[in-house]
């Protein structure tokens, strides 16, 4: 079945030690997007990428960062991890940008010890 | 809006009952609906969506109404089974979110058997 893909789905990190969590999808859609999301709270957009052009949020901490190589591949870089970046990762895609129904991954869970 | 609430609503129903999931949407420009049910652990899965053109939308055993006049979403799950006990997010899609989908805080339902 063609889905959103998240690896690993649960990651382990000590606080500042840079991490990458990684997202493949098989629908080929044109957007790609990263959200955080904390305990019993909405998922948060960090930023997304419409083919390569990438697109941050204005609130998205320097510390995310991202990279897309293709267009089934997209990382999520965080480069010192501080206890607040403990969350749910979640990886979504979409046809177009406008937003229209977008698909997510299950997840990686980051604990930053 | 982004949601900040630490403690979500829960909305407890009797197994085969029918339930009815609220959410107030900000943007009254706004031009799209989804809802998404997220299971613990996992990512949220796509319920039903729904354009401003429209007042209210059929899928299987799913309804979702949409009062504009009042800026009022909901969605109404027919005999609501355990397997339906999750969180339920709203999200709203408008030119002044940047044509991105926005997070409603989410609904705790929990299904008595």
């Known amino acids: 079945d063609a889905m959103v893909i998240q690896n690993p789905r649960y990651q382990v990190t000590q606080f500042g030690k840079p991490v990458t969590l990684s997202c493949s999808q098989t629908?080929?859609?044109?957007?790609m997007y990263w959200y955080q999301q904390k305990s019993s709270q909405a998922p948060k957009l960090l930023f997304h990428?419409?083919?390569?052009?990438?697109?941050n949020e204005a609130d998205t901490p320097d510390n995310f960062q991202s990279r897309r190589p293709n267009t089934s591949f997209c990382f999520l870089d965080i480069r010192s991890p501080g206890l607040g970046d403990a969350a749910m990762y979640l990886c979504?895609?979409?046809?177009?940008?406008?937003?229209?129904?977008?698909?997510f991954g299950p997840g990686t869970r980051l604990t930053v010890t | 809006g982004e949601s900040v609430g630490l403690h979500l609503p829960t909305l407890s129903v009797q197994e085969g009952d029918n339930s009815i999931i609220n959410c107030a949407y900000s943007?009254?420009?706004?031009?799209?609906f989804i809802w998404y049910k997220q299971e613990s652990g996992k990512g949220p899965q796509f319920i039903i969506d729904?354009?401003?053109?429209?007042d209210k939308r059929q899928g299987q055993r799913v309804t979702v109404l949409l009062n504009k006049t009042v800026k009022h979403l909901s969605l109404q799950i027919a005999a609501t089974q355990p397997g339906d006990s999750a969180v339920y997010f709203c999200?709203?899609?408008?030119?002044?979110?940047?044509?991105?989908?926005?997070f409603g805080a989410g609904t705790i339902l929990r299904v008595k058997s």
């Open positions: 999200a709203e899609r408008g030119m002044e979110y940047g044509n991105k989908l926005v």
């Open positions: 979504a895609t979409s046809r177009d940008p406008q937003g229209h129904e977008q698909y």
């Open positions: 943007n009254s420009a706004s031009d799209y």
């Open positions: 990428y419409y083919d390569k052009d990438f697109n």
């Open positions: 729904i354009r401003s053109n429209m």
């Open positions: 629908l080929n859609h044109n957007v």
